[in-house]
C-alpha cells in the first residue's frame, strides 16, 4: 500500500510540475529570442570590421538561413573598432554607376485584406497589398528603393533574398542597419547583377512580419533576353504563410495561367515559408531552368518528378503546354492551391 501512495503521490504532483517548469523555459525561450531581436539594442553605427574582413562582406549574397550566423561572427570577433584600417558595415555602400536607375516606394503599413474567398485578415503589407508589388528589372539595372513604415511598431527593413549586395543594404535589423521605426525611411540601392527569381521582405523579427505579409517577388530579367526563347511566356507564383491562411500570390484559390498549346511557360516558384514543399507537375513533361536565380547547365527534360523547394528557395520550371488537355502544378503543403496551365481536360 505504501508504494501505491507513493506512485500515485508521484503522479499527482510530479506531473503537474514537470508541465509547468516546461511551459515556463518555452516561454523564457520565447522572450529571450524577442528580445535579441530588438534592433535598438545593435547600432550599426558603432559595429566595426576589419579591412581585411571587409573584401569578404563588400558584396553579401544572403540566400539561405544560414547567413544571420555568419554576419554576428563576423561582427563579434574580436575588437576590431580599435584596429587600424576599420570599416564599418553602414560605410559599404554601391559605388556610383552610370546603370540605368529603376525607382521604387513601398510603405510597409497594417491593413486589412479582404481574400477572394470572402474573408478578412488582419495583415501588415507593402503598398496595401500582400505580397507586395512585384519589382521587376534588368540586370545591370540600379534599383533603389525607398521604404516607409507607416505604422509599424516594431520597425521594419527589407532583406533583398538570394541577391549580392553591399553590406549596408542587406537589410538585417540589428546586423546590417537598425530597423526603420514608424514615420521614418530607408533608401536601399544596389545593382541587379544577377538575372533570376528572388524575392524580398522584411528582417525585422522576420519570422512574425513575413507571415503578416511584409514580403514580395523581385524579378531580374536577363540584359540580352530569355535563353529559352523569345516564344516563352512566364508567370510567378509566390506561396505564402498569411496568418492561418495558406495564398499563392494573395489567393487562397491558386491560380490559372492562359497559355495555348505548344507555347512554352516560365513559371517561376517561390517558397517563402519556413517549411519544404514538394512540387508534381501533371500533364508535360517540365525542367528545371534555374535554382534560386542560378541557371541550369543544360537541363534534362523531366517526367513525374517531385521538386522539393526548400524554406526560401526558388525553382524556375520550363513547361510546353500540350496539344490536348491542360498542366497542373500543386504541391501537399498547398491543398487547393493548384496552378493550372492551358485548358482542356484534367490530366
Request: overall charge negative; some cysteine; charged content about 20%.
Amino acid at each position: 500500500m505504501n508504494k501505491r501512495k507513493i506512485v500515485k503521490r508521484l503522479i499527482y504532483f510530479g506531473l503537474p510540475l514537470t508541465l509547468v517548469v516546461l511551459v515556463g523555459a518555452v516561454i523564457v525561450t520565447y522572450f529571450w529570442q524577442m528580445r535579441l531581436q530588438k534592433p535598438e539594442e545593435i547600432n550599426m553605427a558603432y559595429h566595426q570590421m576589419t579591412a581585411g574582413m571587409s573584401s569578404m562582406i563588400n558584396m553579401t549574397d544572403m540566400d539561405g538561413k544560414e547567413h544571420m550566423g555568419d554576419m554576428e561572427h563576423m561582427g563579434g570577433m574580436g575588437n576590431p573598432s580599435s584596429e587600424e584600417g576599420a570599416v564599418s558595415c553602414s560605410s559599404i555602400t554601391t559605388p556610383e554607376s552610370s546603370a540605368p536607375i529603376r525607382k521604387f516606394d513601398l510603405t510597409a503599413a497594417r491593413t486589412t485584406l479582404k481574400l477572394d474567398n470572402g474573408k478578412t485578415v488582419d495583415a501588415w503589407t507593402f503598398n496595401g497589398i500582400s505580397p507586395g508589388p512585384e519589382l521587376r528589372v534588368t540586370e545591370g539595372d540600379q534599383i533603389v528603393v525607398t521604404l516607409h513604415n507607416k505604422d509599424i511598431e516594431d520597425g521594419v527593413t527589407i532583406h533583398w533574398h538570394g541577391i549580392t549586395v553591399p553590406c549596408s543594404q542587406d537589410g538585417i535589423a540589428g546586423v546590417t542597419q537598425d530597423a526603420v521605426p514608424p514615420g521614418e525611411q530607408f533608401t536601399y540601392t544596389f545593382i541587379a547583377t544577377t538575372p533570376g527569381t528572388y524575392w524580398y521582405h522584411s528582417h525585422q523579427m522576420s519570422s512574425i512580419q513575413v507571415s503578416k505579409g511584409l514580403l514580395g517577388a523581385l524579378i531580374i530579367e536577363p540584359k540580352n533576353g530569355s535563353e529559352s526563347g523569345t516564344s516563352t511566356s512566364e508567370a510567378t507564383a509566390l506561396y505564402q504563410q498569411l496568418g492561418s491562411s495558406m495564398l499563392v500570390n494573395g489567393s487562397e484559390r491558386g491560380r490559372t495561367i492562359p497559355a495555348k498549346p505548344g507555347e512554352q511557360v516560365r513559371l517561376r516558384l517561390i517558397n517563402s515559408g519556413n517549411e519544404t514543399m514538394e512540387f508534381g507537375v501533371d500533364g508535360a513533361p517540365f525542367r528545371v531552368l534555374a535554382m534560386d536565380g542560378h541557371d541550369l547547365h543544360e537541363p534534362g527534360l523531366l517526367e513525374r518528378t517531385i521538386v522539393p523547394i526548400g524554406a526560401g528557395q526558388r525553382y524556375d520550371l520550363l513547361i510546353q503546354v500540350p496539344g490536348a488537355g491542360k498542366v497542373v502544378v500543386s504541391s501537399p503543403s498547398a491543398k487547393g492551391l493548384p496552378i493550372t496551365i492551358g485548358s482542356g481536360n484534367q490530366p
